[in-house]
Every structure is written in C-alpha cells, then in structure tokens.
C-alpha cells in the first residue's frame, strides 16, 4: 500500500472513529438524561405522597417519631402502665394538648395520695366516695385503669369548683388542669393501642445504640486530636519562628 492509500484508510478510520465516539457520547447523554428524569420522578412521587422534600427532613421525622416510641418504655417504666395502654391514653391527650408526662403525671400523683389513704381517710377516701367509686376496688386496679375509672366518675360529676376540688385533692395542684383530658377520655368512643410494647424497646435500645456510637465517636475523634497535638504544635513553632 502506498503512502497515500495509507494517509486516506487512516483518515476513514479516524472519522469513523469519531463518529462511533459521538455516538456513544449521545448515547450516555440520552442515558443520563433518562436517570435524571427518573429520579425527578421518583422525588416528586416521594414528596406528593409523604410531603417531605428533603433527606434531612426525612431523618429528622424517622428520629422524631422513634423518639416518641422510645419514651414510652420510659413512661411505663415511671407509671406502672403498659406501653400500650399509654400509647392509647396519649392518642387521647392529642385533642387537648395532654401530653405523656403530663399523663404520667396525672398517675403519679395518683398513686402517692391512694398509697398512704384508706376508705375512711379525709381528702383521697372523701373524694373517691364523693365520685361512687368503691375505693378498695379503686385501689387496685391498675394505673391505667384508675384514669379512666376516673375519668368516667369525673364525666358524671357536675362541673363546678366542687369538681375541680376533687381532682385537686386526687391529683394535685394540677388536677383541674386534668378535667379537659379526663372528659375526652371519658366520651372516647374506644382506647386504640398505637404502640406495642416490643417497638417501644426497641425504638429505646436503638436510642441507646445511637447515643454509645456519639460518644464512642467524640472519643476517638478526641484521642486522633490529642496524637496529633505534638506535631500541630511543632508546625506551629516552626511556623512562627520564621515571621
């Protein structure tokens, strides 16, 4: 082949070689472009159905959710109730602004005035006749029980101050407080555990597990600044020694 046979094949495979490369070149652009359609897609699927536009905001709902899972292990720890009856009495407290604690509360103060009162006892045993309430059946039911065994007694009596001073002398300064909770609980319809007890523990051991890896990771970030502290500092002599 001569020269210019030569200089002409090169050049044919040269252009063809370009053209070969142009064509993959448009068909990884179409690619692309086709993956980013896709994940647009997928983004606007995902914030239509969740309303949540962004990953930070999606982690954040996931923790705070697990958080309220996690402390009602606690507050059943606190009460004597079960993580289901307290998941249940909570979703109750939504229409008025009750919370877990103030729930727990509610309990607590509860079970201190009937722990050191007996039948014939002024204040606690008065109060608890005053709402037809038997009180050594009272007495032993369980925490949850009592509430809504409260609550019940409490929807059927009059309002007024004499109402406001039994809740008082049952519950606390607070107990007036409780009268608006205690008349949702006492018109709900039925009580619907929204937690179970074996989510609540692990939502509480996965709380943990997060917590020991924080502060497992601020020590070793810690001891990799202190093993770097002699050569920083002579760096930093050295550096000043030749201002």
């Not at 200089?7 to 692309?32: E, T």
Request: hydrophobic share 45%; proline share 1%; glycine share 10%.
């Amino acid at each position: 082949m001569d020269i210019g046979s030569l200089v002409i094949s090169m050049s044919a495979d040269m252009a063809q070689l370009k053209r070969d490369m142009d064509d993959a070149k448009s068909s990884v652009g179409s690619a692309m472009a086709d993956i980013e359609k896709a994940i647009g897609f997928a983004k606007t699927a995902f914030v239509a159905f969740t309303g949540i536009s962004g990953i930070d905001a999606f982690k954040g709902m996931i923790e705070g959710s697990l958080a309220g899972v996690a402390s009602l292990h606690e507050l059943s720890i606190k009460t004597g109730a079960t993580v289901e009856s307290m998941s249940a009495l909570i979703a109750v407290g939504k229409l008025t602004g009750t919370t877990g604690d103030d729930i727990a509360g509610m309990m607590n103060k509860l079970a201190k005035n009937m722990s050191v009162a007996n039948e014939e006892s002024k204040g606690t045993g008065q109060a608890i006749a005053a709402l037809g309430l038997n009180f050594n059946e009272f007495k032993a039911m369980s925490p949850d029980e009592k509430i809504i065994a409260l609550a019940g007694a409490m929807n059927e009596f009059a309002d007024g101050s004499d109402k406001s001073a039994v809740a008082m002398t049952l519950m606390g300064k607070s107990g007036a407080n409780a009268l608006p909770y205690l008349k949702e609980l006492a018109e709900a319809q039925s009580l619907q555990a929204k937690v179970t007890e074996e989510q609540a523990t692990q939502a509480h051991q996965f709380e943990q597990d997060m917590a020991r890896l924080k502060v497992s990771g601020e020590a070793w970030k810690k001891e990799l600044a202190l093993g770097m502290l002699p050569a920083l500092q002579e760096a930093a002599t050295a550096t000043l020694a030749l201002v």
